[in-house]
């Protein structure tokens, strides 16, 4: 199964998962309004029936001061109220539809009002507008009388009824709320519990999908480490047909390229070495042998050899020993990068002493040597070859009998910097490049005796061991040849 797949499959679970988390909490959420809409509208029940229980109270207590003093101002509330309470049952009937118990209640409650304000209430009224305060009949008494009776009998049954209602509603209030309580707890846990199992199938995935990508990784860097190491011959072994198996098969050709191509390489590098071997045997020979015949015409011809004849065969052996320092040299720049020198400490200081004693200055020519000179662990011999090739260089190019060259070390993170100053004609920018190209000189070979190759043997060395060199000069104001190598080489 490709990768791609895999995560393709991961993420759908992770999705479906999800949308299940959010179809339950919407039924769930569902449930919890229904319910918080059950106990809102339980509240404006009871805070409706408080209002219209008041509304009742506020007509019989209008009613029955009215009756005491006659007083039509008593009937103010009476008529306020006998006006909302209309409005105040048809909004309770809508709140309370869907509860039976409560509607028959609320029909009763209305009923008995009803009952009260035409049978009781009204007559009343009429009757103590139709009394005087001076007259009063024994038959009118026992009416009025009968009427109160029946008037607080009926508005006792009110209250019991309002009571009732009351009390229904308050405990249909408290289910409901429970029912509320329970619907939130019952969300928290399903959401907690479908979130934690989101949260873990989505780790678990990315951890198996993780592991799967890392441990194909690891194989892969391992194989570009040993490759490094220089073990080209090995191979990934991967049975998954996915996309990093492409990734595994284009490692493995490139390895198995890499093998090709340095095997390759050291088969033309033996080639070159004998290669070299023998142009060095049968080129040598031959200038030997020329020089050796010029000594023995020199030799028989004795005092009876002209003097132009005398300097040609001088010629022909300064010729012949150029060719031969040119062949040393081509060589010596062949085989740089090749041959590997053993590393060990190396005390600069001593090294650039040995380097003086070794290129011989003339008496006008002075060496200094800077104090602070380190102590490296690296190869000595192409080190001492890069000295060696410097202080030659600028003894021999130097235009004056006396001269002077002093040697510097800076310190950087990764490198030091050594420099070689001298005091000699200098170089004009223009060459600064083109002397370190093999076989080129500022001055005729005739004039100075010279290969053209020291600097690109040094340029070659240094490069090698990851560092850098160029030239800082200018005409009549001598040279510095600069020169980075590194503190520590593996």
Same mark, same amino acid.
């Given at each position: 199964?490709?990768?791609? *797949? #895999?995560?393709?499959?991961?993420?759908?679970?992770?999705?479906?998962?999800?949308?299940? /988390?959010?179809?339950?909490?919407?039924?769930?959420?569902?449930?919890?309004?229904?319910?918080?809409?059950?106990?809102?509208?339980?509240?404006?029940?009871?805070?409706?029936?408080?209002?219209?229980?008041?509304?009742?109270?506020?007509?019989?207590?209008? &009613?029955?001061?009215?009756?005491?003093?006659?007083?039509?101002?008593?009937?103010?509330?009476?008529? @306020?109220?006998?006006?909302?309470?209309?409005?105040?049952?048809?909004?309770?009937?809508?709140?309370?539809?869907?509860?039976?118990?409560?509607?028959? #209640?609320?029909?009763?409650?209305? =009923?008995?009002?009803?009952?009260?304000?035409?049978?009781?209430?009204? !007559?009343?009224?009429?009757?103590?507008?139709?009394?005087?305060?001076?007259?009063?009949?024994?038959?009118?008494?026992?009416?009025?009388?009968?009427?109160?009776?029946?008037?607080?009998?009926?508005?006792?049954?009110?209250? *019991?009824?309002?009571?009732?209602?009351?009390?229904?509603?308050?405990?249909?209030?408290?289910?409901?709320?429970?029912?509320?309580?329970?619907?939130?707890?019952?969300?928290?846990?399903?959401?907690?519990?479908?979130?934690?199992?989101?949260?873990? %199938? $989505? %780790?678990?995935?990315?951890?198996?999908?993780?592991?799967?990508?890392?441990?194909?990784?690891?194989?892969?860097?391992?194989?570009?480490?040993?490759?490094?190491?220089?073990?080209?011959?090995? @191979?990934?072994?991967?049975?998954?047909?996915?996309?990093?198996?492409?990734?595994?098969?284009?490692?493995?050709?490139?390895?198995?390229?890499?093998?090709?191509?340095?095997?390759?390489?050291?088969? #033309?590098?033996?080639?070159?070495?004998?290669?070299?071997?023998?142009?060095?045997?049968?080129?040598?020979?031959?200038?030997?042998?020329?020089?050796?015949?010029?000594?023995?015409?020199?030799?028989?011809?004795?005092?009876?050899?002209?003097?132009?004849?005398?300097?040609?065969?001088?010629?022909?052996?300064?010729?012949?020993?150029?060719?031969?320092? %040119?062949?040393?040299?081509?060589?010596?720049?062949?085989?740089?990068?090749?041959?590997?020198?053993?590393?060990?400490?190396?005390?600069?200081? @001593?090294?650039?002493?040995? /380097?003086?004693?070794?290129?011989? !200055?003339?008496?006008?020519?002075?060496?200094?040597?800077?104090?602070?000179? !380190?102590?490296?662990?690296?190869?000595?011999?192409?080190?001492?070859?890069?000295?060696?090739?410097?202080?030659?260089?600028?003894?021999?190019?130097?235009? @004056?009998?006396?001269?002077?060259?002093?040697?510097?070390?800076?310190?950087?993170?990764?490198?030091?910097?050594?420099?070689? =100053?001298?005091? $000699? !004609?200098?170089?004009?920018?223009?060459?600064?490049?083109?002397?370190?190209?093999?076989?080129?000189? &500022?001055?005729?070979?005739?004039?100075?005796?010279?290969? $053209?190759?020291? &600097?690109?043997?040094?340029?070659?060395?240094?490069?090698?061991?990851?560092?850098?060199?160029?030239? =800082?000069?200018?005409? $009549?104001?001598?040279?510095?040849?600069?020169?980075?190598?590194?503190?520590?080489?593996?």
């Amino acid at each position: 199964m490709k990768l791609s *797949t #895999k995560l393709f499959i991961g993420f759908v679970l992770i999705s479906i998962l999800f949308t299940a /988390v959010a179809i339950v909490n919407f039924k769930l959420s569902e449930d919890v309004i229904e319910n918080s809409q059950w106990v809102s509208r339980s509240q404006i029940v009871v805070r409706n029936s408080a209002s219209l229980q008041r509304n009742i109270i506020d007509m019989e207590a209008g &009613l029955r001061g009215f009756l005491l003093n006659g007083n039509e101002k008593f009937l103010v509330p009476y008529y @306020q109220a006998r006006k909302h309470l209309p409005n105040l049952f048809e909004e309770i009937k809508g709140y309370t539809s869907s509860s039976t118990g409560q509607v028959n #209640k609320l029909q009763e409650i209305i =009923s008995m009002h009803h009952r009260w304000q035409q049978q009781y209430a009204e !007559p009343l009224i009429l009757m103590k507008r139709a009394d005087t305060l001076s007259v009063s009949s024994r038959s009118f008494d026992l009416k009025l009388d009968t009427l109160l009776l029946g008037e607080e009998i009926i508005m006792d049954s009110v209250r *019991t009824s309002f009571r009732d209602f009351n009390a229904f509603e308050y405990k249909l209030r408290e289910e409901r709320r429970e029912r509320l309580n329970s619907s939130i707890t019952t969300t928290r846990q399903v959401s907690t519990v479908l979130t934690i199992l989101s949260v873990l %199938l $989505g %780790l678990g995935w990315a951890y198996y999908i993780t592991r799967l990508i890392t441990n194909r990784i690891v194989k892969m860097v391992m194989l570009a480490d040993k490759i490094s190491r220089g073990e080209y011959q090995t @191979q990934i072994v991967d049975t998954s047909n996915d996309e990093l198996s492409q990734l595994s098969h284009s490692l493995n050709r490139m390895s198995a390229t890499i093998d090709e191509t340095f095997g390759e390489l050291d088969r #033309k590098n033996k080639e070159l070495d004998q290669f070299a071997y023998v142009v060095s045997h049968d080129l040598k020979a031959p200038l030997r042998g020329i020089e050796v015949a010029s000594r023995w015409v020199e030799e028989d011809m004795g005092q009876n050899l002209p003097a132009n004849i005398k300097e040609y065969l001088m010629m022909m052996r300064v010729r012949v020993h150029r060719m031969e320092n %040119l062949i040393n040299g081509i060589l010596a720049l062949a085989r740089i990068g090749r041959t590997s020198h053993s590393q060990e400490e190396v005390d600069v200081n @001593q090294l650039l002493t040995e /380097v003086a004693d070794m290129v011989s !200055p003339p008496p006008g020519f002075t060496i200094d040597v800077g104090s602070d000179m !380190p102590v490296l662990h690296t190869e000595r011999v192409p080190l001492h070859q890069v000295f060696l090739n410097l202080f030659s260089n600028a003894i021999k190019y130097h235009h @004056q009998e006396k001269g002077h060259l002093d040697v510097t070390c800076s310190e950087s993170d990764s490198f030091y910097t050594f420099s070689v =100053s001298d005091d $000699g !004609p200098g170089i004009a920018p223009e060459y600064h490049e083109r002397i370190f190209v093999i076989f080129q000189t &500022l001055q005729e070979r005739d004039a100075v005796e010279s290969t $053209g190759v020291g &600097l690109a043997i040094v340029k070659k060395i240094i490069e090698s061991h990851g560092g850098a060199i160029w030239v =800082s000069s200018s005409l $009549g104001q001598g040279a510095t040849f600069s020169f980075t190598w590194p503190k520590n080489q593996a």
